[in-house]
């Protein structure tokens, strides 16, 4: 195949724009063959594991405040300098660009008839792209619209996602834009993870502590779940933020 052997030999861009006409020729055909929509899904996903595979499919980015990393001679403290501030995660925007490509801007399908499936293929991109919050949004997404019951599998399928979302962006270097964290709240909400989202709030204050958006939106679900809303008006009044609790 024409794409296959042209993959192989790409570099850089010119790599990026074949990765991705690879995977584009690939849905073409699934959607030509008489597979069931839930087999061309589980193909597609095979696909994605087979690109993360490949290093060359996992860049990481060069941040200006490791820089100073790079005239360090010892390996030994350029490991203990990764431990103690974190290494920097892969970059995830090659194999999103991909997901988008096979399934739409979701990053997902639109329907899967075994969850199974797709926690294992989330997992695995995980595993290999752990700060792939647009992946953790997708899923959040999915999981809130298709599992809204109250049983044990629609629980504990909104309880993983919660935690895929919320591990995703706590993991991003550099940290995730604000509207991101936005996101991710109002589909903490949605998915009924209220200790989790407690957390979420608590690390948002941390990392944008000046943001009226993210203190507003605390404030509204804390009013909306009748949870105390003083110490958050304290808090965000603290660094210079009024909030108005109006009445509901």
Same mark, same amino acid.
């Given at each position: 195949?024409?794409?296959?052997?042209? !993959?192989?030999?790409?570099? $850089?861009?010119?790599?990026?724009? #074949?990765?991705?006409?690879?995977?584009?020729?690939?849905?073409?055909?699934?959607?030509?063959?008489?597979?069931?929509? +839930?087999?061309?899904?589980?193909?597609?996903?095979?696909?994605?594991?087979?690109? !993360?595979?490949?290093? #060359?499919?996992? &860049?990481?980015?060069?941040?200006?405040?490791?820089?100073?990393?790079?005239?360090? *001679?010892?390996?030994?403290?350029?490991?203990?300098? +990764?431990?103690?501030? $974190?290494?920097?995660?892969?970059?995830?925007?090659?194999?999103?660009?991909?997901?988008?490509? #096979?399934? $739409? &801007?979701?990053?997902?399908?639109?329907? /899967?008839? +075994?969850? *199974?499936?797709?926690? +294992?293929?989330?997992?695995?991109?995980?595993?290999?792209? &752990?700060?792939?919050?647009?992946?953790?949004?997708?899923? =959040?997404?999915?999981v809130a619209k298709h599992f809204t019951g109250y049983?044990?599998?629609?629980? $504990?399928?909104?309880?993983?996602?919660?935690?895929? !979302?919320? @591990?995703? /962006?706590?993991?991003?270097?550099?940290?995730?834009?604000?509207?991101?964290?936005?996101? =991710?709240? =109002?589909?903490?909400? *949605?998915?009924?993870?209220?200790?989790?989202?407690?957390?979420?709030?608590?690390?948002?204050?941390?990392?944008?502590?000046?943001?009226?958006?993210?203190?507003?939106?605390?404030? @509204?679900? #804390?009013?909306?779940?009748?949870? @105390?809303t003083e110490s958050i008006l304290e808090s965000a009044?603290?660094?210079?933020?009024?909030?108005? !609790?109006? &009445?509901?």
């Amino acid at each position: 195949m024409a794409a296959s052997k042209a !993959l192989k030999l790409a570099h $850089g861009e010119w790599y990026e724009h #074949c990765i991705r006409e690879h995977a584009a020729i690939h849905a073409l055909e699934l959607e030509k063959s008489s597979s069931s929509t +839930d087999a061309q899904t589980r193909a597609t996903f095979s696909l994605i594991i087979g690109y !993360l595979a490949d290093h #060359c499919n996992l &860049p990481t980015r060069e941040l200006l405040s490791r820089r100073f990393c790079q005239n360090i *001679k010892k390996h030994r403290l350029r490991q203990l300098i +990764d431990d103690t501030i $974190g290494s920097v995660p892969a970059d995830s925007s090659l194999i999103n660009s991909v997901l988008e490509v #096979c399934f $739409g &801007p979701s990053l997902l399908p639109k329907s /899967i008839s +075994d969850v *199974k499936y797709l926690v +294992d293929f989330v997992e695995t991109v995980m595993e290999a792209l &752990p700060a792939n919050y647009r992946l953790g949004l997708a899923v =959040g997404g999915f999981v809130a619209k298709h599992f809204t019951g109250y049983g044990a599998a629609s629980t $504990g399928t909104r309880f993983w996602a919660s935690s895929v !979302l919320i @591990n995703a /962006i706590f993991r991003a270097v550099p940290v995730a834009p604000e509207s991101v964290w936005l996101e =991710g709240a =109002g589909l903490l909400e *949605k998915l009924h993870a209220t200790e989790i989202l407690k957390r979420f709030y608590q690390q948002a204050a941390s990392v944008y502590p000046f943001s009226f958006k993210l203190w507003h939106a605390h404030l @509204n679900y #804390c009013k909306a779940s009748g949870s @105390n809303t003083e110490s958050i008006l304290e808090s965000a009044r603290q660094r210079g933020i009024e909030l108005n !609790l109006t &009445p509901t």
